[in-house]
Protein backbone atom coordinates (compact mmCIF):
# COMPACT_ATOMS: atom_id res chain seq x y z
CA UNK A 1 0.00 0.00 0.00
CA UNK A 2 1.66 3.79 -0.95
CA UNK A 3 2.84 5.47 2.17
CA UNK A 4 0.22 7.02 4.41
CA UNK A 5 0.55 10.43 5.24
CA UNK A 6 -0.77 13.06 7.82
CA UNK A 7 -3.05 14.86 5.14
CA UNK A 8 -5.19 12.13 3.85
CA UNK A 9 -7.79 10.07 5.67
CA UNK A 10 -6.31 6.58 6.05
CA UNK A 11 -9.41 5.14 4.22
CA UNK A 12 -8.66 7.14 1.29
CA UNK A 13 -5.33 6.07 0.81
CA UNK A 14 -6.65 1.87 1.34
CA UNK A 15 -9.54 2.94 -1.20
CA UNK A 16 -7.05 4.35 -3.71
CA UNK A 17 -5.00 1.14 -3.23
CA UNK A 18 -7.80 -0.73 -3.79
CA UNK A 19 -8.82 1.20 -7.12
CA UNK A 20 -5.10 1.28 -8.67
CA UNK A 21 -4.90 -2.58 -8.44
CA UNK A 22 -8.45 -2.89 -9.99
CA UNK A 23 -7.04 -0.85 -12.79
CA UNK A 24 -4.17 -2.47 -13.13
CA UNK A 25 -6.17 -6.01 -13.65
CA UNK A 26 -3.72 -7.87 -10.81
CA UNK A 27 -6.65 -9.71 -9.33
CA UNK A 28 -8.23 -12.26 -10.07
CA UNK A 29 -9.37 -13.19 -13.71
CA UNK A 30 -13.63 -13.38 -11.59
CA UNK A 31 -12.66 -9.72 -10.57
CA UNK A 32 -13.77 -11.09 -7.31
CA UNK A 33 -12.09 -8.51 -4.64
CA UNK A 34 -9.98 -10.28 -0.97
CA UNK A 35 -12.50 -10.53 1.64
CA UNK A 36 -12.35 -7.64 4.58
CA UNK A 37 -10.73 -10.10 6.56
CA UNK A 38 -8.30 -10.15 3.87
CA UNK A 39 -7.57 -7.16 2.94
CA UNK A 40 -7.24 -5.96 7.07
CA UNK A 41 -3.94 -8.47 7.12
CA UNK A 42 -2.72 -7.28 3.99
CA UNK A 43 -3.11 -3.95 4.63
CA UNK A 44 -2.19 -3.73 8.10
CA UNK A 45 -5.59 -1.66 8.86
CA UNK A 46 -8.56 -1.88 10.72
CA UNK A 47 -11.93 -3.46 9.97
CA UNK A 48 -13.66 -0.19 10.12
CA UNK A 49 -10.92 1.38 7.44
CA UNK A 50 -11.32 -1.42 4.88
CA UNK A 51 -15.14 -1.25 5.56
CA UNK A 52 -15.35 2.64 5.00
CA UNK A 53 -13.39 2.39 1.71
CA UNK A 54 -15.34 -0.43 0.67
CA UNK A 55 -18.49 1.36 0.78
CA UNK A 56 -17.24 4.00 -0.61
CA UNK A 57 -16.13 2.78 -3.80
CA UNK A 58 -19.53 1.19 -3.96
CA UNK A 59 -21.75 3.66 -3.50
CA UNK A 60 -19.26 5.10 -6.90
CA UNK A 61 -19.71 2.56 -8.76
CA UNK A 62 -16.46 1.04 -9.06
CA UNK A 63 -17.51 -2.49 -6.87
CA UNK A 64 -20.69 -4.40 -5.92
CA UNK A 65 -20.99 -6.57 -2.74
CA UNK A 66 -23.03 -9.23 -2.40
CA UNK A 67 -23.95 -10.19 1.51
CA UNK A 68 -22.26 -13.40 2.02
CA UNK A 69 -20.82 -13.89 -0.97
CA UNK A 70 -18.14 -11.11 -1.21
CA UNK A 71 -17.01 -8.05 -3.41
CA UNK A 72 -16.87 -8.11 -7.21
CA UNK A 73 -15.59 -5.12 -9.60
CA UNK A 74 -18.09 -3.65 -12.07
CA UNK A 75 -18.04 -2.43 -15.10
CA UNK A 76 -15.63 0.67 -13.91
CA UNK A 77 -12.95 -1.20 -13.39
CA UNK A 78 -13.62 -3.83 -15.88
CA UNK A 79 -15.34 -4.62 -18.94
CA UNK A 80 -18.91 -6.26 -18.09
CA UNK A 81 -22.14 -6.62 -20.18
CA UNK A 82 -24.73 -4.52 -18.75
CA UNK A 83 -28.53 -5.19 -19.11
CA UNK A 84 -31.82 -2.89 -18.08
CA UNK A 85 -33.16 -4.54 -14.79
CA UNK A 86 -36.62 -2.95 -15.93
CA UNK A 87 -36.71 -3.81 -19.40
CA UNK A 88 -37.54 -6.72 -21.49
CA UNK A 89 -35.11 -7.28 -23.83
CA UNK A 90 -34.18 -9.27 -26.43
CA UNK A 91 -30.74 -10.82 -26.07
CA UNK A 92 -29.98 -11.78 -29.56
CA UNK A 93 -30.31 -7.79 -30.40
CA UNK A 94 -28.43 -6.57 -27.15
CA UNK A 95 -25.20 -8.18 -28.43
CA UNK A 96 -25.47 -8.02 -32.46
CA UNK A 97 -25.46 -3.73 -31.33
CA UNK A 98 -22.42 -4.60 -29.28
CA UNK A 99 -20.66 -5.73 -32.36
CA UNK A 100 -20.38 -9.20 -31.49
CA UNK A 101 -21.38 -12.56 -32.60
CA UNK A 102 -24.70 -14.16 -31.33
CA UNK A 103 -25.55 -17.72 -30.88
CA UNK A 104 -27.95 -20.08 -28.55
CA UNK A 105 -27.82 -23.70 -27.85
CA UNK A 106 -31.40 -25.23 -27.19
CA UNK A 107 -30.66 -28.26 -24.17
CA UNK A 108 -34.28 -28.73 -23.40
CA UNK A 109 -37.79 -27.93 -25.24
CA UNK A 110 -40.39 -30.23 -23.75
CA UNK A 111 -44.51 -29.84 -22.23
CA UNK A 112 -43.97 -30.63 -18.59
CA UNK A 113 -46.29 -30.86 -15.52
CA UNK A 114 -46.05 -27.71 -12.75
CA UNK A 115 -44.88 -28.82 -9.32
CA UNK A 116 -46.02 -27.16 -6.78
CA UNK A 117 -43.68 -24.39 -6.65
CA UNK A 118 -44.17 -23.32 -10.35
CA UNK A 119 -48.18 -23.79 -10.09
CA UNK A 120 -48.15 -21.37 -7.12
CA UNK A 121 -45.98 -19.04 -9.80
CA UNK A 122 -48.74 -19.19 -12.79
CA UNK A 123 -51.67 -19.66 -10.09
CA UNK A 124 -52.90 -23.01 -11.76
CA UNK A 125 -53.21 -26.67 -10.04
CA UNK A 126 -50.01 -28.76 -9.72
CA UNK A 127 -49.90 -31.34 -12.61
CA UNK A 128 -51.18 -28.91 -14.77
CA UNK A 129 -49.98 -29.04 -18.80
CA UNK A 130 -46.69 -26.26 -19.25
CA UNK A 131 -44.14 -26.00 -22.09
CA UNK A 132 -40.54 -25.66 -20.66
CA UNK A 133 -37.39 -24.55 -22.20
CA UNK A 134 -33.65 -24.38 -21.40
CA UNK A 135 -31.51 -21.93 -23.61
CA UNK A 136 -28.01 -21.30 -22.82
CA UNK A 137 -27.31 -17.78 -25.21
CA UNK A 138 -23.26 -17.31 -26.62
CA UNK A 139 -21.96 -13.90 -27.01
CA UNK A 140 -19.05 -14.24 -29.44
CA UNK A 141 -18.85 -18.26 -28.46
CA UNK A 142 -18.99 -16.99 -24.64
CA UNK A 143 -22.05 -18.05 -22.33
CA UNK A 144 -23.41 -15.18 -20.99
CA UNK A 145 -26.93 -16.50 -20.15
CA UNK A 146 -28.75 -19.33 -19.16
CA UNK A 147 -32.52 -19.38 -19.77
CA UNK A 148 -35.23 -21.39 -17.78
CA UNK A 149 -38.58 -21.01 -18.86
CA UNK A 150 -42.05 -22.47 -18.36
CA UNK A 151 -44.98 -20.93 -20.87
CA UNK A 152 -48.94 -21.17 -20.59
CA UNK A 153 -49.58 -23.46 -23.48
CA UNK A 154 -52.86 -21.23 -24.34
CA UNK A 155 -50.84 -18.45 -24.52
CA UNK A 156 -48.28 -19.89 -26.86
CA UNK A 157 -49.45 -22.72 -28.64
CA UNK A 158 -46.71 -23.37 -31.08
CA UNK A 159 -44.22 -22.50 -28.28
CA UNK A 160 -42.69 -26.30 -28.67
CA UNK A 161 -42.75 -26.30 -32.53
CA UNK A 162 -40.64 -23.35 -32.52
CA UNK A 163 -36.54 -22.86 -33.56
CA UNK A 164 -35.36 -20.84 -30.93
CA UNK A 165 -31.93 -21.39 -32.45
CA UNK A 166 -33.45 -18.88 -35.43
CA UNK A 167 -35.57 -16.86 -33.35
CA UNK A 168 -35.42 -15.82 -29.48
CA UNK A 169 -37.99 -16.81 -27.21
CA UNK A 170 -38.32 -12.77 -26.36
CA UNK A 171 -39.01 -12.32 -30.55
CA UNK A 172 -41.25 -14.91 -30.60
CA UNK A 173 -43.48 -14.37 -27.19
CA UNK A 174 -43.66 -10.65 -28.04
CA UNK A 175 -44.84 -11.44 -31.62
CA UNK A 176 -48.46 -13.22 -30.13
CA UNK A 177 -51.62 -11.31 -29.59
CA UNK A 178 -52.32 -10.10 -26.23
CA UNK A 179 -49.96 -6.90 -25.32
CA UNK A 180 -48.58 -7.96 -21.60
CA UNK A 181 -50.34 -6.02 -19.20
CA UNK A 182 -47.60 -6.55 -15.89
CA UNK A 183 -44.18 -7.54 -15.25
CA UNK A 184 -43.01 -8.88 -12.00
CA UNK A 185 -38.86 -8.31 -11.82
CA UNK A 186 -36.71 -9.84 -9.12
CA UNK A 187 -32.62 -9.76 -9.24
CA UNK A 188 -31.11 -11.62 -6.91
CA UNK A 189 -27.53 -13.17 -5.96
CA UNK A 190 -27.05 -16.96 -5.89
CA UNK A 191 -24.44 -19.61 -5.74
CA UNK A 192 -24.78 -21.93 -9.17
CA UNK A 193 -25.62 -25.85 -9.31
CA UNK A 194 -22.82 -27.62 -10.85
CA UNK A 195 -24.06 -27.78 -14.16
CA UNK A 196 -25.37 -24.55 -14.38
CA UNK A 197 -21.66 -23.74 -13.30
CA UNK A 198 -20.21 -25.40 -16.55
CA UNK A 199 -22.95 -24.57 -18.82
CA UNK A 200 -21.49 -20.65 -17.92
CA UNK A 201 -18.41 -21.10 -18.09
CA UNK A 202 -18.36 -19.80 -14.26
CA UNK A 203 -14.94 -20.75 -11.91
CA UNK A 204 -15.33 -22.72 -8.86
CA UNK A 205 -16.94 -19.33 -5.86
CA UNK A 206 -18.27 -17.00 -8.51
CA UNK A 207 -22.05 -16.37 -7.78
CA UNK A 208 -25.16 -15.85 -10.57
CA UNK A 209 -26.91 -13.25 -11.01
CA UNK A 210 -30.30 -14.00 -11.13
CA UNK A 211 -33.24 -12.43 -12.90
CA UNK A 212 -36.84 -14.22 -12.02
CA UNK A 213 -39.64 -12.88 -14.42
CA UNK A 214 -43.30 -13.62 -14.34
CA UNK A 215 -45.37 -11.80 -17.23
CA UNK A 216 -49.15 -11.26 -17.71
CA UNK A 217 -51.22 -11.45 -19.99
CA UNK A 218 -55.02 -10.54 -20.21
CA UNK A 219 -54.94 -10.92 -15.99
CA UNK A 220 -52.84 -14.40 -16.05
CA UNK A 221 -49.53 -15.48 -15.76
CA UNK A 222 -48.31 -16.86 -19.16
CA UNK A 223 -44.57 -16.84 -18.53
CA UNK A 224 -42.66 -17.55 -15.41
CA UNK A 225 -38.54 -16.88 -16.38
CA UNK A 226 -35.25 -17.48 -14.49
CA UNK A 227 -32.09 -16.21 -16.05
CA UNK A 228 -28.73 -17.12 -14.61
CA UNK A 229 -25.93 -14.88 -15.48
CA UNK A 230 -22.08 -15.14 -14.34
CA UNK A 231 -21.60 -12.09 -12.21
CA UNK A 232 -17.80 -11.86 -13.15
CA UNK A 233 -19.12 -10.99 -16.79
CA UNK A 234 -23.09 -9.64 -16.77
CA UNK A 235 -24.40 -6.59 -14.25
CA UNK A 236 -27.64 -5.16 -14.10
CA UNK A 237 -27.55 -1.30 -14.46
CA UNK A 238 -29.89 1.78 -15.68
CA UNK A 239 -29.94 5.78 -16.04
CA UNK A 240 -33.53 7.74 -16.01
CA UNK A 241 -34.86 11.06 -14.58
CA UNK A 242 -37.32 10.26 -11.92
Known amino acids: MPK ?16 EIIRSG ?7 L ?11 V ?45 IATDVLARGHSYSCEVTTLTEVRAGA ?3 MAFS ?28 LPAFAPEYL ?7 TTNEYLMSL ?24 QMTAKEPCLLLVRRTWVKGAVVTATKLYHPSSRYQFGSRYNP
Open 46 to 90: SRMTVNRALRELTSEGFITRLAGVGSFITEKGANKIQSHPLEIQN
Open 26 to 32: DWPSDKR
Open 124 to 151: IAPGSRLFYSEITHFESGMPIQVENRHV
Open 177 to 200: KGPIEEIEQIVQACMPAPELRKSL
Open 161 to 167: ETDFTQV
Open 4 to 19: HTTNTPLYQTVKDHIL
Open 34 to 44: PSESELVDELS
Open 117 to 119: EIA
